[in-house]
T-cell receptor, first 113, second 112 residues
């Protein structure tokens, strides 16, 4: 088991472009979470999945953000029409069950120019 | 909205000194977790405290959950350069499901 994997680790894009991040959770973890962390701040909850079902979305997640977990395994987070304010580290985490420990990936750092 | 305030935000001390980091809120949390995050990596769980007044020790680190489950502290004894990092507290709120509310973090530097 190699832990939670995120790809790409770094992404630089121009304002207005679309970007997609992928997260591969620890195998057999049924819960998957996305958080966003800006410089000097703690992570902020964005959304989470139980298997393939997206159970909750934060108000931080504007209409330009969409997340999927089509087969209950890997997940993607897409940001459309990126803005400079989207620059942040996007963290994925997974857990086994409701009370399982959260394991975070190394994050995908987005820079919007 | 549940918020967690950490203090201090930055702390730089000499090796061998003791320190305490605080995590405070006006809200009650069902559990409180402490994470450590290295640059360019995701947070790694150190401990979870669940019961009001609970104290947990992890080698030189002592974690305490307030009696009212609104605050927590992390105390490090005889700090070492390897303790350098970003320490984050995170509360599991009334909606559970591991939807964590994080503090803004305490960046700790231990100078040799």
């Amino acid at each position: 088991d190699t832990g939670v994997s995120q790809d790409p680790r770094h992404k630089i894009t121009k304002r207005g472009q679309n970007v997609t991040f992928r997260c591969d959770p620890i195998s057999e973890h049924n819960r998957l979470y996305w958080y966003r962390q800006t410089l000097g701040q703690g992570p902020e909850f964005l959304t989470y999945f139980q298997n393939e079902a997206q159970l909750e979305k934060s108000r931080l997640l504007s209409d330009r953000f969409s997340a999927e977990r089509p087969k209950g395994s890997f997940s993607t987070l897409e940001i459309q029409r990126t803005e400079q304010g989207d620059s942040a580290m996007y963290l994925c985490a997974s857990s086994l069950g409701l009370f399982g420990e959260l394991f975070f990936g190394e994050g995908s750092r987005l820079t919007v120019l | 909205t549940q918020l967690l305030e950490q203090s201090p935000q930055f702390l730089s001390i000499q090796e061998g000194e003791n320190l305490t980091v605080y995590c405070n809120s006006s809200s009650v949390f069902s559990s409180l977790q402490w994470y450590r995050q290295e640059p360019g990596e995701g947070p790694v769980l150190l401990v979870t405290v669940v019961t009001g007044g609970e104290v947990k020790k992890l080698k030189r680190l002592t974690f305490q959950f307030g009696d009212a489950r609104k605050d927590s502290s992390l105390h490090i004894t005889a700090a070492q350069p390897g303790d350098t990092g970003l320490y984050l507290c995170a509360g599991e709120g009334d909606q559970g499901a591991q939807k964590l509310v994080f503090g803004q973090g305490t960046r700790l530097t231990i100078n040799p």
